[in-house]
């Protein structure tokens, strides 16, 4: 077997030394490309960006001083070197870690401006997460008061439906009522009454009680004579008293004819005022108000001249019916019952 040369010994020591540079080369490129994914990673974790992003450039200063290190030996190698083949390869290295070095410088730099980016971006992210934050609180805030207002909702509903049902039962209450009063009034329509209860007279009642006291009607009891008055005038003549029945009258009464509603309210009036000094006014009965009444016509009507020639027809508080009462027709000289919805004046009494 041929032993080599010595020029295919320098020559094979050569291409081996190549071999070791370029796999150095590939190494420290795979190594560069590592750094900077772990720094991207790193960012992307959040919380470690700025400890992700530092420990590749601590590296990356750390592996350019070695480098540095590296080429000064090589210069000082190929300084001493002594043959051709020797300084071949210590140019080569020399040149590979010129390389390596802008590997590192160029990565650094393309570190440091991913470095800056992701702090900024951790800065909007906190940024973000305490306007996050202050918004949860805010509307963890309202989601209380809204539980709240839900709840003084309820309660006011629940008063609602609970005061419903009172209403309803005190209407049911009125409506029972209204059926009882309606019936009892029905009930005592239909029942004979004495001229001295005041409410109810039937026609017949009207007219034994006409006929009874000699009271003048020029239908029922044309031949009565009626009472022999003793007015006198009381309260600056607003009021004439006649001592016969005892009874206090009202010289004129309303200037204007009115329903029996009305006639009550105007009644009501005069006893809030104390007209003529009394506040016990009230409508007369049937039997009171015929007291009035003469047997000849005094002017135009069948009255006392002594009173106010307005009320030619005046209310009692007496009823026929639930819906009629009697009145008293000066002009005719009789008593009868009024159509519904009529109206008439009023003379008060008391």
Same mark, same amino acid.
């Given at each position: 077997?041929?032993?080599?040369? &010595?020029?295919?010994?320098? @020559? +094979?020591? $050569?291409? =081996?030394?190549? %071999?070791? /540079? #370029?796999?150095? !080369?590939?190494?420290?490129?795979?190594?560069?490309?590592?750094?900077?994914?772990?720094?991207?990673?790193?960012?992307?974790?959040?919380?470690?960006?700025?400890?992700?992003?530092?420990?590749?450039?601590?590296?990356?200063?750390?592996?350019?001083?070695?480098?540095?290190?590296?080429?000064?030996?090589?210069?000082?190698?190929?300084?001493?070197?002594?043959?051709?083949?020797?300084?071949?390869?210590?140019?080569?290295?020399?040149? &590979?870690?010129?390389?390596? @070095? +802008?590997? $590192?410088? =160029?990565?650094? %730099?393309? /570190? #440091?401006?991913? !470095?800056?980016?992701?702090?900024?971006?951790?800065?909007?992210?906190?940024?973000?997460?305490?306007?996050?934050?202050?918004?949860?609180?805010?509307?963890?805030?309202?989601?209380?008061?809204?539980?709240?207002?839900?709840?003084?909702?309820?309660?006011?509903?629940?008063?609602?439906?609970?005061?419903?049902?009172?209403?309803?039962?005190?209407?049911?209450?009125?409506?029972?009522?209204?059926?009882?009063?309606?019936?009892?009034?029905?009930?005592?329509?239909? @029942?004979?009454?004495?001229?001295?209860?005041?409410?109810?007279?039937?026609?017949?009642?009207?007219?034994?009680?006409?006929?009874?006291?000699?009271?003048?009607?020029?239908?029922?009891?044309?031949?009565?004579?009626?009472?022999?008055?003793?007015?006198?005038?009381?309260?600056?003549?607003?009021?004439?008293?006649?001592?016969?029945?005892?009874?206090?009258?009202?010289?004129?009464?309303?200037?204007?004819?009115?329903?029996?509603?009305?006639?009550?309210?105007?009644?009501?009036?005069?006893?809030?005022?104390?007209?003529?000094?009394?506040?016990?006014?009230?409508?007369?009965?049937?039997?009171?108000?015929?007291?009035?009444?003469?047997?000849?016509?005094?002017?135009?009507?069948?009255?006392?001249?002594?009173?106010?020639?307005?009320?030619?027809?005046?209310?009692?508080?007496?009823?026929?019916?639930?819906?009629?009462?009697?009145?008293?027709?000066?002009?005719?000289?009789?008593?009868?019952?009024?159509?519904?919805?009529?109206?008439?004046?009023?003379?008060?009494?008391?």
């Amino acid at each position: 077997m041929t032993e080599p040369t &010595k020029d295919q010994l320098e @020559k +094979q020591k $050569l291409q =081996a030394e190549i %071999d070791k /540079i #370029k796999a150095e !080369q590939r190494e420290t490129e795979n190594r560069t490309k590592f750094k900077v994914l772990a720094y991207v990673l790193g960012g992307i974790i959040g919380s470690g960006t700025v400890i992700s992003v530092i420990s590749p450039i601590l590296t990356s200063k750390a592996e350019n001083a070695k480098i540095e290190a590296q080429s000064l030996r090589v210069k000082s190698e190929l300084a001493e070197a002594v043959n051709d083949s020797t300084k071949r390869i210590l140019i080569l290295k020399s040149q &590979k870690l010129e390389r390596d @070095k +802008q590997s $590192l410088l =160029a990565a650094n %730099d393309s /570190i #440091k401006t991913v !470095q800056d980016k992701l702090i900024k971006q951790q800065k909007d992210l906190q940024t973000s997460f305490a306007k996050l934050n202050n918004e949860y609180k805010t509307l963890a805030g309202q989601s209380l008061r809204s539980e709240q207002e839900k709840r003084n909702f309820q309660l006011l509903a629940k008063e609602a439906e609970q005061r419903a049902d009172s209403l309803a039962a005190q209407r049911n209450d009125l409506q029972a009522q209204r059926q009882v009063t309606e019936k009892r009034g029905e009930d005592i329509a239909r @029942k004979d009454f004495s001229v001295d209860d005041g409410n109810f007279l039937s026609i017949d009642e009207a007219k034994r009680m006409i006929v009874k006291k000699g009271y003048f009607d020029r239908n029922m009891n044309p031949n009565g004579n009626g009472i022999k008055h003793q007015y006198e005038i009381k309260a600056k003549g607003e009021v004439l008293f006649d001592r016969a029945t005892g009874l206090y009258w009202q010289q004129s009464g309303s200037k204007n004819s009115m329903h029996f509603s009305e006639a009550q309210n105007y009644i009501a009036d005069l006893n809030r005022r104390k007209f003529g000094g009394f506040s016990d006014w009230r409508l007369p009965t049937l039997e009171e108000a015929m007291s009035l009444m003469e047997p000849k016509k005094d002017g135009d009507l069948y009255i006392d001249s002594m009173f106010d020639k307005t009320q030619k027809w005046i209310w009692t508080a007496d009823l026929r019916v639930t819906s009629q009462s009697w009145i008293v027709n000066f002009i005719f000289g009789v008593y009868d019952d009024d159509v519904p919805g009529g109206n008439f004046y009023v003379r008060a009494v008391r």
